[in-house]
């Protein structure tokens, strides 16, 4: 049987190969593919290190492929009169069937390994995932298996090619067609959903993007199997008498009860979802062990609802399938404790009441046209997270992401549904969790204790520690043995802790009993959950709430399970500073409403005021964004945060961005850092008042000036500007989580940010990322380039070409760069106490100062990125003029670096998943000319390669004839 099949095969190969016919075939399907792959697809213009644009239009380019090399099958066989003796032979039907498809599908197999060499590029020029890869050739080859048995069908039922031709195109058009989106959104209803399970192409689409479904296998599988067999009975009928009904009827029988099982089958395995392997290399399809983990915090039902419309855009329609499956994965994996629906709200109006009145969700309208007419939807795209009091609501806008593609058309496809789910169940959860549950869950108390020097302490803190003892006494009754409160009386030998102990041990210092006192008094709290300790000072009422505050905030922060606060401060609002500003000033560029926006998704997001001094208790992360004109107060506030455990990012650059009135363009303008580098310098960093620039860049729409016919003419042009570094995976330190999976950042004007090693000996460093080893400094401020003048980059190239670090971050001990010092508030008092007449002044109510720490705990975070312009709204908007959702690399980062800062990096590794972090790495002009033209030649080779090689076999198996020499017949 084996020898059989494999000797008909031999012969259909033969005839292929033994006229131009194979390598026409093979050569026309190689430059379609290479054709749509880099000139209508635009592939280097896209910039992503995939192959989807080869595997987009395979399916209609397998249709014509296979019902060419197929009509001529079985209608020749008929046409030329072979088909009579092959059925003679003692060969069954069902063999020659099969050995003629092995025949097409070694073609094919062929026909798509001459394409391997475009992955291959792809994979030498970026970072490519080889999951969706092999997804995509496997789907190609099981719907190239679907399409051989329907056209071997087609072919035995004519002797004419031509018609076996257009009837095979017809039919795997059709298969293709009820599947796509057209014709679902034109039925509608669950009907959609059938025809969606029908089609050829949206079964390919899931395989292609590296899910290796067991649906989608056993779908191609019965259709192959369904019109081989539907070949076998059509081969067989040939041989079929008038006498044999009954064996007709019975074939004939057994092979609508076959495609009924086939049916059957399918329809039997539809709802399972979770027969598939997740072939893609973050496993981007596949729950992660964190959002499981997640579940196990699950004290009551959580509820997730999907408010569909049946009928919506159509562009949405495809991505509702994925949810379902999503929530499906959810409820399994939460072995009950989570609730999934779908709804319809328009179906149901008590559902849509309650959508609109309780949870304010409200139908989007969407502007739909076709080419009779345009209409606008009003449907629903949400989805509900609701979890005790607490609900999070996601609607189409954060669900989505939206393509363009370079016909003009645009892609829709979810995020990343994951991280979606799973940062709203976090966002709920956390935002649910009480504190008597949390300290339920820890293994080990907690405990808390109050470093105090009774007789030293100033009379107004007397009521402060009466307070600090009646909370924590009430928090350590009410938590089962779970949080312990400890007084320790530093004065006291019989303690056997005294002032000594915390100064070596914790670096705390003495704080004077008023100002100018010779007397010092010690009243610190030290929160000691686990490895982790947080230093907290009684805040200045002292009231009870305010001591609650404190003590929950510091419990919250060394405990999983709870919303962190991230304290954001930016520069003053600009409107209010136009109000300071002479008319044509130019205006500063501080707008940073999507970095909070971004980070408002999984925190806590509070505005600061630096100006008081201090820092909320509550605060778990500081975030200041492009500081200057610091006071010491403000610097204070910084530094002592950070010397309490906490974790500091600054994002700050020595030139500030404004919008300049009189050119319409930008201008740069010297930011006033001085205290802040100074601040910085004591832990060994340096920002040089300098640009960095590099060749490698984002492009920038600029404004470019030329002459034509003697009048000059400003136009708006997309052009390297060597000020937006570029910066890649190459150049980042992808072992910190911060950099992981990231696949690219733009740094906006950013200075360089050296770190010497030598002043951080005993911290854990690194550099996190840096501009190329073809970038230069400069201290010029032009923003317009010229181009007449230099015209490379538009700007002077600096003969000393290096890679400058560009973001550095520090964890370990840090001292107080007021350490030794008065504190500003000392200063403060001081100043106020020289102004005033004692004679005339009346009596006061004594200030108590405010404590300096000396030296942080081991768990301090510093990160300092050296651009603030990088996450500014208008600059954002700018990069997304060019680069569509590029853009978004520099809130991931931000929100990366919160996430590490924080401590939280549960949902670090599922944002990260998304196919966006593999990107190409910047190519000039000419080496995407030579990568294009490096395809075609090598399938040029391969394709005369092949020929060659397969020619000269055939040679060498024709027998060879001998002739009588002359001379020798009557020898």
Do not use: C
Request: aromatic share 10%; proline share 6%; charged share 15%.
């Amino acid at each position: 049987m084996k020898r059989q099949i494999l000797s008909i095969a031999r012969k259909e190969l033969n005839s292929y190969f033994g006229s131009p016919l194979a390598i026409i075939f093979l050569g026309a399907f190689l430059a379609a593919v290479l054709f749509i792959f880099f000139t209508i697809e635009t592939f280097f213009a896209r910039g992503i290190a995939d192959v989807r644009p080869l595997f987009r239009w395979m399916p209609v380019l397998l249709i014509f492929l296979l019902a060419a090399l197929t009509m001529r099958q079985w209608s020749e066989e008929q046409r030329s009169g072979t088909q009579e003796l092959l059925l003679t032979l003692p060969v069954p039907p069902h063999n020659l069937a099969l050995g003629k498809f092995l025949a097409v599908m070694s073609m094919i197999g062929l026909a798509l390994a001459l394409t391997l060499p475009l992955p291959i590029t792809v994979a030498v020029i970026g970072n490519l995932d080889w999951g969706p890869v092999i997804g995509g050739y496997l789907a190609a080859l099981l719907m190239a298996g679907a399409y051989a048995a329907i056209g071997l069908f087609v072919s035995s039922r004519t002797d004419n090619q031509i018609v076996a031709l257009i009837v095979t195109v017809l039919l795997g058009g059709l298969f293709y067609l009820i599947g796509t989106r057209g014709v679902t959104d034109f039925v509608g209803g669950k009907v959609s959903d059938i025809l969606w399970a029908i089609g050829t192409g949206s079964r390919f689409e899931s395989i292609q993007r590296g899910v290796i479904d067991l649906r989608d296998l056993v779908y191609y599988l019965s259709l192959t199997a369904l019109f081989l067999m539907l070949n076998t009975i059509s081969l067989d009928s040939v041989r079929w008498s008038e006498q044999q009904r009954s064996y007709r009827r019975k074939i004939t029988g057994t092979a609508v009860l076959l495609g009924l099982n086939f049916l059957l089958v399918n329809v039997w395995l539809f709802p399972l979802q979770g027969l598939r392997l997740d072939l893609t290399a973050q496993k981007e399809y596949t729950l992660s062990q964190t959002s499981k983990d997640l579940f196990d915090n699950l004290t009551e039902p959580l509820l997730i609802r999907a408010y569909i419309s049946e009928k919506t855009h159509p562009l949405l329609q495809p991505l509702i399938p994925q949810i379902r499956d999503m929530l499906r994965e959810y409820e399994i994996a939460s072995d009950g404790r989570i609730t999934t629906e779908v709804i319809d709200p328009i179906q149901d109006p008590e559902i849509e009441a309650e959508a609109n009145q309780t949870y304010g969700i409200q139908p989007s309208p969407f502007r739909v046209s076709d080419r009779y007419e345009a209409s606008v939807i009003n449907s629903y795209f949400d989805i509900l997270i609701r979890y005790g009091d607490q609900t999070v609501i996601l609607n189409f806008q954060d669900l989505i992401q939206v393509d363009q593609l370079a016909s003009g058309d645009v892609e829709v496809s979810l995020r990343n549904l994951e991280y979606d789910l799973t940062s709203s169940i976090k966002k709920v959860v956390f935002g649910f969790q009480s504190l008597d549950a949390m300290l339920a869950a820890l293994d080990e108390p907690v405990k808390l204790t109050f470093y105090v020097t009774p007789a030293t302490l100033p009379e107004p803190l007397t009521a402060v520690q009466e307070n600090v003892t009646a909370v924590a006494n009430q928090i350590e009754a009410d938590s089962a043995g779970k949080f312990i409160y400890d007084v320790v009386n530093l004065d006291d030998s019989a303690s056997g802790v005294d002032r000594k102990f915390l100064q070596d041990t914790y670096g705390l210092q003495p704080i004077p009993a008023s100002f100018f006192s010779p007397e010092t008094y010690y009243a610190h709290m030290i929160l000691q959950n686990g490895d982790q300790l947080q230093l907290l000072y009684p805040p200045a009422e002292g009231t009870e709430a305010e001591v609650r505050t404190l003590i929950e905030s510091a419990l919250k922060r060394t405990s999983s399970g709870f919303l962190k606060v991230i304290g954001l401060w930016t520069p003053p609002d600009p409107a209010a500073q136009n109000q300071q500003q002479f008319g044509g000033m130019p205006q500063m560029l501080v707008n940073y409403s999507s970095l909070r926006d971004q980070l408002s998704q999984e925190y806590t997001v509070k505005a600061v005021d630096l100006s008081a001094g201090q820092i909320p208790t509550d605060v778990d992360v500081l975030l200041v964004v492009g500081p200057q004109n610091l006071t010491d107060k403000e610097l204070f506030a910084i530094d002592q945060f950070l010397m309490r455990g906490g974790s500091v990012t600054l994002a700050v650059g020595n030139y500030q961005v404004a919008a300049d009135q009189f050119s319409g363009g930008l201008a740069l303008l010297p930011a006033a850092t001085t205290n802040l580098l100074d601040w910085l310098a004591q832990f060994g960093i340096t920002i040089p008042q300098s640009l960095v620039m590099d060749t490698q860049n984002q492009p920038f729409p600029v404004a470019v000036s030329r002459q034509a016919g003697g009048f000059q003419v400003q136009e708006i042009q997309a052009l390297d500007y060597p000020y937006f570094v570029d910066i890649r995976p190459d150049a980042m330190d992808t072992d910190s989580p911060i950099l992981a999976n990231l696949p690219a950042v733009t740094l906006n004007w950013a200075s360089p940010v050296e770190l010497d090693e030598a002043k951080n000996e005993g911290r854990e460093t690194a550099v996190l990322m840096h501009s190329s080893s073809q970038s230069w400094t400069t201290t010029e401020t032009t923003t317009q380039p010229n181009f007449d003048l230099y015209p490379d980059y538009g700007f002077p190239v600096g003969t000393e070409q290096q890679a400058y670090p560009l973001a550095v971050s520090l964890q370990g001990r840090f001292q107080s760069y007021f350490n030794g010092k008065p504190s500003p508030f000392e200063a403060e008092a001081a100043a106020g106490e020289a102004e005033i007449d004692p004679a005339a002044a009346p009596a006061a109510t004594p200030q108590i100062p405010v404590a300096t720490i000396a030296e942080s705990p081991e768990s301090s975070r510093l990160v300092i990125i050296g651009s603030a312009a990088f996450a500014e709204d208008n600059i954002l908007q700018l990069s997304a003029a060019l680069t569509q959702d590029r853009y978004l690399n520099n809130l991931q980062f931000m929100q990366n670096v919160v996430d590490w800062s924080a401590e939280d990096l549960d949902l670090l590794a599922i944002r990260s998943r998304g196919a966006a972090a593999h990107v190409l790495r910047p190519l000039a002009e000419n080496e995407r000319s030579f990568w294009e033209i490096a395809n075609y030649v090598i399938a040029l080779a391969a394709l005369l390669s092949i020929y060659a090689m397969w020619r000269a076999r055939s040679r060498a198996e024709q027998p060879i004839e001998l002739t009588p020499i002359p001379g020798e017949a009557g020898a």
